[in-house]
C-alpha cells in the first residue's frame, strides 16, 4: 500500500542493516510500520511517487523523467529518471502470479541522459557525414553534367564580345546540349542576318540623304554685327575677331603688317581698313612685290623724272606719290630685296621718297599697309629680312586666319561662291547635296578661300544637273598631295577619295618644268621663266609657289638668293 520497505545497497556493504535513508530523502511521509521500523510511506503530495505505485499495482513498468514541473515538493537536483516495475509471485506452478510490490530505481547520476545525448550525437555524426556525402556525389555529378553546358555559355559570352557574331563550334557531348548550340548557331544567324538588312538599309538612306539638296539658307543664317564688310564674309569666332581688329586698326592712322596664308584674304583685309578708315576717299594702290625684280619694284614705288635712264620717256609719280592721300598696299613684302628694303626703311623713317634721277625729295602722305605669307621673324634672324623695317612695318599685326581653322564658315562661303558663280555663268538654281556640302567642309583647303572658290566655280561651270554632287567638286589638290602641315585623317563616314594622279592637278607650264628642275636639283626664279618658254617673271612667280604649296618643291633662302628645290 506504497510503502518504501528497503533500499538497496552496495555488495560490499554485506553486514549492514537495511534502511530507507536514501529513498526517503526528499519526500515526507509516515516512517515505520509494526515489525518494519526502516519502512516509510510517501504523503499523498507526493503525485510522482504516486503515480508510479499505482503504475506498478495494475502490473505495468515505466520511466518517469523526474522534474521540479512535474514534482515541486521534492528536491531533485540529482534525481533526473524514475524507473519501475512490478514485482510478481506465484504461489504454486501453473498458477496465477499475484504483484507482492514493485521495485523503484531512482537515477541521480543522469545516465539514462548521457546514453541518449551520445546516442543522438551518434545520430546527428552519422547524418552529418551522410549529407556531406551524398552533397559531394551531387556536385561532382552536377558537375560532369552541367560542363557541357558551361562551355557553350562561355562560348556564347566569347562571341558576343567579338565586333563580328559567328557560330559557336564545339564538339558534341550529348543531345541537348547539341540541340542547344544549334537554336543558339541558328538565333546568331537570324542576328547577323537582320544586323546586314539593316546596315544596307543604312547606307542606302545614308547615300539618298547625301545626294539631297541642302538648304543652306537654313544652315548658315546668322546676324552679323559688322554687316559693313561686304567681301568678307564669316560667322566664326576668328572671323568676328578679325573684324574687330579691321575696325580697331582702321580708327588710327598707323601702319599695319598684314600676316596670312596664301588665299585667306590679305588684300581683302587692306581694302577694308582703307574704306572704313578716314582716308576712304583717297586710292588704294595695291602692289605685288613678289612678281617684280628689284629694279622694276623699285621703279614702280618710288617712281623717276623723264631721262633718269633710257627707256624713260616721261615722269612716273610711283606707287607711294599715286597712292598719297589713300592707302598703299605691299603684298608679298616678305620677297623684297636688301635694296628694296633699305628704300622702304628710308621712306617710312622720314615719310619722303626720292625719285630716280631726281635730286630733290618728296614727302608723300600715304598709309602703308604691308602683307606677307612668310615668318618675316625667322627671315630676320636668317638674315634675309631688316629688323628695322620689321618694326616699322608691325606698328599694328593682324593675322588672317587660315580656312581650315573655321570650318563652320564653309557653308556661308560655298553659297556666296555659288551665287556668284551661277549668276555669272547664267545657271540659276543651283545647289549643294549633303555628300558635297561634307566634303566641302572635310578638305583641310590648303590654298583657302581661293582654292574653295576655283572648286566652286569650276564645279558650276561643269555641273549637268541642279544639285552639284560630291563627285562633282574635284580639289587642286588630292588628300595623299598634300604637305604633312596641311594633312588630316578623313571622317569614316565620307569613305576614300577618288586617286587622281599628281600631275593632273598642275598646269601645262608646271608639267613640263618640273621633271627638269628634279634633274638640275635647285633653280631661281630667272631659271623657271626661262623652262617654262620666257613667261612673265610674275607668272613664273605663281606658278613656283602653287608649286612650293603643293609639295612640289620647297623654298629656301630669301629676295633674290631665293632657290626652290625639288621637296
Same mark, same amino acid.
Given at each position: 500500500? %506504497?510503502?518504501?520497505l528497503f ?27 509494526? %515489525? ?7 504523503f499523498?503530495?507526493h ?7 499505482a503504475?506498478v499495482?495494475?502490473?505495468?513498468r515505466?520511466?518517469?523523467n523526474?522534474?521540479?514541473r512535474?514534482e ?8 533526473? !529518471? ?16 499475484r ?17 541518449e545525448i ?18 559531394g556525389?551531387i556536385?561532382l555529378?552536377?558537375?560532369g553534367?552541367m ?23 564545339l564538339?558534341?557531348?550529348?543531345r541537348?546540349?547539341?540541340? &542547344? ?10 542576328l547577323?542576318t ?5 546596315r544596307?538599309?543604312?547606307?542606302f ?10 538648304a ?9 554685327e559688322?554687316?559693313? !564688310? ?5 560667322l ?5 575677331a ?9 580708327a588710327v592712322d598707323?601702319d ?10 590679305k ?5 577694308a581698313?582703307?574704306?572704313?578708315s ?5 586710292p ?14 623699285m621703279?614702280?614705288l618710288? %617712281?623717276h623724272?623723264?631721262g633718269?635712264f633710257?627707256?624713260a ?6 606707287? !607711294? ?10 603684298d608679298?613684302i ?24 631726281c635730286d630733290?625729295e618728296?614727302?608723300f602722305n600715304?598709309?602703308?599697309?604691308a ?11 636668317d638674315?634675309?629680312f ?6 616699322r ?6 593675322h588672317t586666319?587660315? &580656312?581650315? *581653322?573655321?570650318p ?5 562661303l560655298? *553659297?556666296?561662291?555659288l ?6 555663268? *547664267?545657271?540659276?538654281?543651283l545647289?549643294f547635296?549633303?555628300g558635297?556640302?561634307?566634303k ?9 578661300v581661293?582654292?574653295?572658290k576655283?572648286?566652286?566655280t569650276r ?5 549637268e544637273e ?13 588628300? %595623299?598631295d ?19 594622279a599628281?600631275?593632273e ?5 608646271q ?7 628634279r634633274?638640275r ?6 631659271d ?7 613667261v612673265?617673271p610674275?607668272?613664273a ?14 623654298k629656301?633662302?630669301?629676295?633674290p638668293?631665293?632657290r626652290?628645290?625639288p621637296a
Amino acid at each position: 500500500h %506504497g510503502w518504501i520497505l528497503f533500499q538497496s545497497e552496495n555488495l560490499e556493504s554485506v553486514d549492514k542493516l537495511l534502511s530507507t535513508d536514501n529513498a526517503r530523502v526528499g519526500f515526507e511521509g509516515d516512517h515505520g510500520k509494526f %515489525g518494519l521500523d526502516q519502512a516509510f510511506r510517501p504523503f499523498a503530495e507526493h503525485s510522482v511517487y504516486w503515480d508510479a505505485v499505482a503504475t506498478v499495482q495494475k502490473g505495468e513498468r515505466g520511466l518517469f523523467n523526474v522534474d521540479s514541473r512535474y514534482e515541486p515538493t521534492l528536491d531533485l537536483a540529482d534525481q533526473t !529518471f524514475l524507473g519501475f516495475a512490478p514485482v510478481r509471485f506465484t504461489e504454486r506452478p501453473g498458477g496465477p502470479a499475484r504483484i507482492l510490490g514493485g521495485i523503484v530505481f531512482a537515477d541521480r547520476s543522469r545516465l539514462i541522459l548521457s546514453a541518449e545525448i551520445r546516442q543522438f550525437n551518434a545520430l546527428f555524426a552519422v547524418v552529418a557525414v551522410a549529407m556531406v556525402l551524398v552533397s559531394g556525389v551531387i556536385y561532382l555529378l552536377c558537375r560532369g553534367i552541367m560542363q557541357p553546358v558551361r562551355e557553350l555559355t562561355q562560348a556564347v559570352d566569347d562571341s558576343l564580345a567579338r565586333p563580328d557574331l559567328r557560330e559557336i563550334s564545339l564538339p558534341d557531348t550529348d543531345r541537348e546540349t547539341t540541340h &542547344l548550340r544549334l537554336a543558339v548557331n541558328r538565333l546568331i544567324m537570324s542576328l547577323k542576318t537582320q544586323h546586314n538588312e539593316l546596315r544596307l538599309k543604312d547606307e542606302f538612306l545614308k547615300s539618298v540623304r547625301q545626294r539631297e539638296k541642302v538648304a543652306l539658307e537654313f544652315d548658315v543664317r546668322g546676324e552679323d554685327e559688322h554687316e559693313k !564688310f561686304v567681301d568678307i564674309l564669316g560667322l566664326s569666332p576668328a572671323m568676328k575677331a578679325l573684324k574687330n581688329q579691321i575696325v580697331k586698326a582702321a580708327a588710327v592712322d598707323a601702319d599695319v603688317l598684314v600676316i596670312g596664308e596664301t588665299g585667306t584674304g590679305k588684300e581683302l583685309t587692306a581694302n577694308a581698313i582703307h574704306h572704313q578708315s578716314m582716308r576712304r576717299t583717297g586710292p588704294f594702290v595695291s602692289i605685288n612685290c613678289g612678281s617684280l625684280d628689284e629694279n622694276l619694284l623699285m621703279d614702280t614705288l618710288f %617712281g623717276h623724272v623723264k631721262g633718269a635712264f633710257t627707256e624713260a620717256k616721261n615722269d612716273r609719280k610711283g606707287a !607711294f606719290l599715286a597712292a598719297d592721300g589713300g592707302t598703299l598696299f605691299l603684298d608679298e613684302i616678305g620677297t623684297a630685296s636688301p635694296r628694296v628694303q633699305l628704300a622702304l626703311l628710308r621712306a617710312l623713317s622720314s615719310r619722303v621718297i626720292q625719285p630716280l634721277g631726281c635730286d630733290m625729295e618728296i614727302p608723300f602722305n600715304t598709309r602703308i599697309i604691308a602683307a606677307t605669307n612668310a615668318d618675316l621673324e625667322g627671315s630676320v634672324r636668317d638674315g634675309s629680312f631688316r629688323e628695322d623695317l620689321l618694326y616699322r612695318l608691325k606698328v599694328i599685326t593682324i593675322h588672317t586666319p587660315a &580656312l581650315r *581653322n573655321r570650318p563652320i564658315d564653309i557653308p556661308l562661303l560655298a *553659297n556666296y561662291f555659288l551665287n556668284e558663280a551661277s549668276a555669272a555663268m *547664267n545657271k540659276a538654281g543651283l545647289g549643294f547635296s549633303r555628300g558635297a556640302l561634307e566634303k566641302l567642309k572635310d578638305s583641310p583647303w590648303p590654298g583657302n578661300v581661293r582654292e574653295l572658290k576655283n572648286c566652286i566655280t569650276r564645279a558650276v561651270a561643269m555641273a549637268e544637273e541642279q544639285v552639284i554632287q560630291a563627285e562633282d567638286l574635284v580639289f587642286e589638290m588630292q588628300p %595623299g598631295d598634300l604637305p604633312l602641315e596641311f594633312r588630316r585623317e578623313r571622317p569614316a563616314g565620307l569613305g576614300p577619295a577618288a586617286p587622281q594622279a599628281a600631275g593632273e592637278t598642275l598646269n601645262a607650264r608646271q608639267r613640263a618644268a618640273l621633271p627638269r628642275i628634279r634633274e638640275r636639283g635647285r633653280i631661281s626664279r630667272a631659271d623657271y621663266e626661262a623652262l617654262a618658254g620666257g613667261v612673265a617673271p610674275r607668272t613664273a612667280q605663281a606658278d613656283l609657289q602653287d608649286l612650293v604649296a603643293r609639295g612640289f618643291l620647297r623654298k629656301e633662302g630669301k629676295g633674290p638668293a631665293t632657290r626652290y628645290v625639288p621637296a
